[in-house]
């Protein structure tokens, strides 16, 4: 093995284990991808994952200024394909071989630059917001899930959009909890959560089931090496919705829900059979 392709397979095990480390869930999810994807979806968590602990753990005074070295960072590897970090060099990789939008880069560290000092959005801020935090990374995914195939990814773009989108706010459900008390930010708009209440919660939980219909349009419409790893995620995240929406606001406001891995490891295998008997 020449010391380019050593290296290569070092950053992307890097991505790899960063994805593993942070969310069993995901990971399975890519488990169910074609092993030939499974690598630059990796990729692509392993970096957004670590621009994401830049700004929600890694907290002092020195904080803005590491993620500014991150961003220039990437850059620099996205221009030159190759980086001293393995995450940005395993993402630079998968970006320039799937054909990446750069803009999506740009959205994505955007969102997440505002993270560093932002603790409360307005309708058009949580807009950009979810644009740039959820809705790009769904579609650096979906590169990669179509086979760079320009056609197949313009038209399937707005179903990814909604999936991310989905995904990102039950993550806000989940979350609400420590984001407000350990961060001090709402990134729902207009909601006061001293006052936080049941109507507030449906309108919510209202948008969210739109997106995950609008998602899933375009989930059976991907390739089949895609598209049980999609629809696996997909489901995960269906259910976690439905768990936090069958609670009253004050037991999320009290507890992070949670799916155990006994129903998660029923929920994938549910998933597998209907896709595999056609029944998407």
Same mark, same amino acid.
Request: charged share 25%; glycine share 4%.
């Given at each position: ?14 991505? %790899? ?28 968590? /392993? &970096? ?8 929600? @753990? ?15 960072? @990437? ?5 030159? /394909? !190759? ?10 990789? @998968? &970006?320039? %071989? ?46 990669? &899930?179509?086979?760079? =195939? ?26 609400? %909890?420590?984001?407000?008390? =350990? ?15 049941? %109507? ?17 349009? /375009? ?29 009253? @606001?004050?037991?999320? !406001? ?27």
């Amino acid at each position: 093995m020449d010391s380019v392709r050593l290296y290569n397979d070092v950053a992307a095990e890097c991505a %790899k284990r960063t994805t593993k480390a942070y969310s069993t869930s995901f990971s399975l999810g890519i488990r169910f991808l074609a092993p030939s994807l499974r690598e630059a979806i990796y990729n692509i968590y /392993g &970096f957004v994952r670590y621009a994401d602990e830049i700004v929600d @753990t890694l907290h002092g005074p020195h904080q803005a200024e590491m993620f500014a070295r991150f961003k220039e960072n @990437t850059y620099w590897a996205l221009d030159h /394909g !190759m980086s001293a970090n393995p995450i940005l060099h395993a993402f630079a990789l @998968t &970006f320039e %071989k799937y054909n990446i939008d750069r803009e999506h880069v740009d959205l994505f560290l955007r969102s997440m630059e505002w993270d560093l000092d932002r603790t409360a959005y307005d309708r058009d801020a949580y807009d950009d917001y979810i644009v740039g935090s959820a809705e790009v990374v769904g579609l650096m995914c979906l590169h990669v &899930f179509v086979f760079g =195939d320009r056609e197949t990814y313009e038209r399937l773009l707005p179903n990814a959009r909604s999936l991310g989108a989905a995904f990102q706010k039950v993550n806000f459900l989940r979350d609400l %909890k420590d984001d407000f008390e =350990d961060k001090g930010r709402v990134y729902f708009p207009g909601v006061d959560m001293a006052a936080f209440n049941a %109507k507030a919660k449906r309108q919510i939980e209202a948008e969210i089931s739109t997106d995950f219909r609008h998602a899933y349009s /375009g989930i059976v419409k991907l390739p089949k090496e895609s598209r049980l790893g999609v629809y696996v995620a997909y489901v995960y995240y269906q259910r976690l919705f439905q768990k936090i929406a069958a609670l009253p @606001t004050n037991r999320i !406001m009290e507890e992070r829900v949670r799916i155990p891995n006994r129903r998660k490891a029923s929920l994938f295998v549910g998933s597998y059979l209907r896709h595999s008997f056609n029944l998407l």
